[in-house]
């Protein structure tokens, strides 16, 4: 932020709050009302037209939730929790969207969400110990405490593809999908990419479009999704053991209920283990994943449950030299997001479905009429862009944050993200993140950590208060070594192996590297809680000025 900017702040009107939340997604719409009921004056800002964060943008074809419902949503109101139902056991767009609208109508939480508006800076001013917060539209608050609820997904990333703005048909991004109906009926399509969302698209629209051309560089492992209504006397009861449900959440590996063995692979016969990776795929979900305990540790083992996955690939698709351009290789199952599909690969049996590979075929260029490889031109009415996020990192780097003694966060991140307990960063007293970077973010439950950080936050303000202190932040030693830990856990694991967006590797110029707490959400939890115990270990405290001292 430039001084003229800095000048500019200071000469318009401001506005005084407590706390700044940025971002109204899960962890946005909690944070509102937890600092709320706490007395404070809080005020959100949301880039997007109401509360639902990814949920209010990604409206594209058959997007859907990879975790439990009953796991997706809130645990911090027990009234929410019992009159709220959900339809499915794996939940659609529409359904988790209506879901986040009902909790923002049951607490009224719009009234706090300035909506349309986008933080375009922030700055920290020592002398008065406060946030200066700006928007785009124009308007200047000023904060004792920023919080940060922009999530890991937010800032969608176009393909590094030649000619994109010269393509005159109907280019989309699953990111940032229509919120009008969009016709595709008849028409020929291009979907770029195969990950979670490229998968989701891809079995929605062959069915129902006239050609689909499926441009993948990188296959994906996807297992069968499985999804089912759930039953009235199932949703009964769960709502009465949701106090039990929630518990076995917080302290899991994962911040859900799914299961999670202590099994290792090796522990038992070969004949036992297929069956187990039998059962695992026939019930559904992400139950494969929790199977065994050791398949992100043990590369061996991973080989072995990968090869089942690649053998089921052929089971299903007819063509045997599409079925083989659709197997993940060069890297370990589950070290990409694991996705889940329903009929993903039966998609491919479809005559008006077309596999591009192109790792033997790469894009060259978008062109007026389509796409063009090297063995030629494609001519599409419809070009989805499916190619993800600049993830954990890409919205806090977004716009201008300067802390203390005017060091600006995108010099702090040079080199890849930095932070204490994913929550601080030493150099910016006051601001916090909830699933930032160098937490376990995109690894687990995305709600139970934002409930957990959200309530961190809340604890450590109430300390403040308490006992007259004025800021806080971490120590630089706490940070190192905090991201010592980070590291040497992401060594063990083979999540570090593979060339994704955890590791900032579908972004141009980007640092590489795994900047995620890998020892599960329960260790996360564990950890946290112990520094809060022993008095805020790792966190420097500033006290209040007296009146009229200097």
């Given at each position: 932020?430039?001084?003229?900017?800095?000048?500019?702040?200071?000469?318009?009107?401001?506005?005084?709050?407590?706390?700044?939340?940025?971002?109204a997604?899960?962890?946005?719409?909690?944070?509102?009302?937890k600092?709320?009921?706490?007395?404070?004056?809080?005020q959100?800002?949301?880039?997007?037209?109401?509360?639902?964060?990814?949920?209010y943008?990604n409206?594209?074809?058959?997007?859907?939730?990879?975790?439990q419902?009953?796991?997706?949503?809130?645990?911090?109101?027990?009234?929410?929790?019992?009159?709220?139902?959900?339809?499915e056991?794996?939940?659609?767009q529409?359904?988790?969207?209506?879901?986040?609208?009902?909790?923002?109508?049951?607490?009224?939480?719009?009234?706090d969400?300035?909506?349309?508006t986008?933080v375009?800076?922030?700055?920290?001013?020592?002398?008065?110990?406060?946030?200066?917060?700006?928007?785009?539209?124009g308007?200047?608050?000023?904060?004792?405490?920023?919080?940060?609820?922009?999530g890991?997904?937010?800032i969608?990333?176009?393909?590094?593809?030649?000619?994109?703005?010269?393509?005159?048909?109907?280019?989309l991004?699953?990111?940032?999908?229509?919120?009008?109906?969009?016709?595709l009926?008849?028409?020929?399509?291009?979907?770029?990419?195969?990950?979670?969302?490229?998968?989701?698209?891809?079995?929605?629209?062959g069915?129902?479009?006239?050609?689909?051309?499926?441009?993948q560089?990188?296959?994906?492992?996807?297992?069968?999704?499985?999804?089912?209504?759930l039953e009235?006397?199932?949703?009964?009861?769960?709502?009465?053991?949701?106090?039990?449900?929630r518990?076995?959440?917080?302290?899991?590996?994962?911040?859900?209920?799914?299961?999670?063995?202590?099994?290792?692979?090796?522990?038992?016969?070969?004949?036992?283990?297929?069956?187990l990776?039998?059962d695992?795929?026939?019930n559904?979900?992400?139950?494969?994943?929790?199977?065994?305990?050791d398949?992100?540790?043990?590369?061996?083992?991973?080989e072995?449950v990968?090869?089942?996955?690649?053998?089921k690939?052929?089971?299903v698709?007819?063509?045997?030299?599409?079925?083989?351009?659709?197997?993940?290789?060069?890297?370990?199952?589950f070290?990409?997001?694991?996705?889940?599909?329903?009929?993903?690969?039966e998609?491919?049996?479809?005559?008006?479905?077309?596999?591009?590979?192109?790792?033997?075929?790469?894009?060259?260029?978008?062109?007026?009429?389509?796409?063009?490889?090297?063995?030629?031109?494609?001519?599409?009415?419809?070009l989805?862009?499916?190619?993800?996020?600049?993830?954990?990192?890409?919205?806090?780097?977004?716009?201008?944050?300067?802390g203390?003694?005017?060091?600006?966060l995108?010099e702090?991140?040079?080199?890849?993200?930095?932070?204490?307990?994913?929550?601080?960063?030493?150099?910016f007293?006051n601001?916090?993140?909830?699933?930032?970077?160098?937490?376990?973010?995109?690894?687990?439950?995305?709600?139970?950590?934002s409930?957990?950080?959200?309530?961190?936050?809340?604890g450590?303000?109430?300390?403040?208060?308490k006992?007259?202190?004025?800021?806080?932040e971490?120590?630089?030693d706490?940070e190192?070594?905090?991201?010592?830990?980070?590291?040497?856990?992401?060594?063990?694991?083979?999540?570090?192996?593979a060339?994704?967006?955890?590791?900032?590797?579908?972004v141009?110029?980007?640092p590489?590297?795994?900047?995620?707490?890998?020892?599960g959400?329960?260790?996360?939890?564990?950890?946290?809680?112990?520094?809060?115990?022993d008095?805020?270990?790792?966190?420097?405290?500033?006290?209040?000025?007296?009146?009229?001292?200097?």
């Amino acid at each position: 932020m430039s001084n003229t900017d800095q000048a500019h702040i200071r000469s318009v009107a401001t506005h005084r709050v407590d706390v700044v939340v940025v971002g109204a997604g899960f962890g946005g719409m909690y944070a509102i009302y937890k600092y709320r009921q706490m007395g404070l004056k809080v005020q959100g800002f949301e880039a997007g037209g109401n509360v639902g964060g990814v949920w209010y943008w990604n409206r594209y074809p058959g997007a859907r939730v990879d975790l439990q419902s009953i796991d997706y949503s809130y645990s911090f109101s027990p009234e929410i929790e019992q009159e709220w139902t959900w339809p499915e056991e794996f939940s659609g767009q529409p359904d988790v969207l209506a879901y986040q609208n009902f909790v923002a109508d049951r607490l009224d939480l719009r009234k706090d969400i300035r909506f349309n508006t986008r933080v375009t800076g922030a700055v920290w001013n020592t002398d008065r110990a406060l946030w200066t917060v700006v928007t785009d539209q124009g308007d200047t608050f000023e904060a004792t405490y920023c919080v940060m609820a922009t999530g890991p997904l937010s800032i969608p990333k176009d393909p590094d593809i030649p000619g994109l703005n010269r393509f005159k048909g109907q280019l989309l991004r699953a990111a940032k999908w229509p919120h009008e109906p969009v016709n595709l009926a008849g028409k020929r399509v291009g979907v770029i990419g195969t990950g979670s969302t490229g998968i989701q698209i891809v079995q929605e629209l062959g069915p129902k479009v006239g050609d689909l051309y499926v441009y993948q560089r990188t296959p994906s492992f996807t297992m069968p999704m499985r999804n089912r209504k759930l039953e009235p006397d199932y949703v009964a009861e769960v709502k009465r053991n949701y106090a039990g449900i929630r518990e076995v959440a917080r302290n899991s590996p994962i911040g859900g209920t799914r299961p999670q063995s202590t099994r290792a692979f090796f522990s038992v016969t070969r004949q036992q283990r297929r069956q187990l990776l039998e059962d695992g795929w026939r019930n559904g979900g992400l139950a494969l994943l929790g199977t065994f305990a050791d398949l992100l540790i043990n590369p061996e083992a991973n080989e072995e449950v990968a090869e089942f996955i690649r053998d089921k690939i052929s089971e299903v698709v007819r063509d045997p030299v599409t079925a083989e351009k659709l197997k993940p290789r060069g890297y370990p199952v589950f070290a990409r997001r694991p996705c889940l599909d329903t009929g993903y690969y039966e998609t491919y049996n479809l005559p008006n479905v077309h596999l591009m590979d192109c790792l033997t075929d790469p894009i060259l260029e978008v062109t007026e009429r389509g796409v063009r490889t090297q063995a030629g031109e494609v001519e599409l009415d419809t070009l989805i862009l499916a190619t993800g996020y600049d993830g954990l990192t890409g919205a806090l780097l977004a716009f201008d944050v300067i802390g203390r003694d005017g060091r600006k966060l995108n010099e702090h991140w040079k080199n890849g993200a930095r932070s204490y307990l994913g929550l601080m960063m030493e150099g910016f007293p006051n601001l916090f993140m909830t699933t930032g970077p160098n937490g376990p973010a995109a690894l687990a439950n995305i709600i139970r950590i934002s409930e957990h950080d959200v309530d961190l936050v809340a604890g450590a303000i109430t300390h403040m208060d308490k006992n007259g202190l004025e800021t806080i932040e971490p120590s630089k030693d706490a940070e190192d070594n905090w991201m010592s830990l980070v590291a040497t856990l992401a060594q063990r694991s083979l999540v570090s192996k593979a060339k994704t967006w955890y590791v900032g590797a579908n972004v141009r110029d980007k640092p590489q590297g795994l900047t995620l707490f890998t020892g599960g959400f329960g260790k996360y939890r564990e950890l946290c809680s112990a520094a809060v115990q022993d008095g805020y270990r790792g966190f420097v405290f500033g006290q209040k000025k007296r009146a009229g001292s200097a």
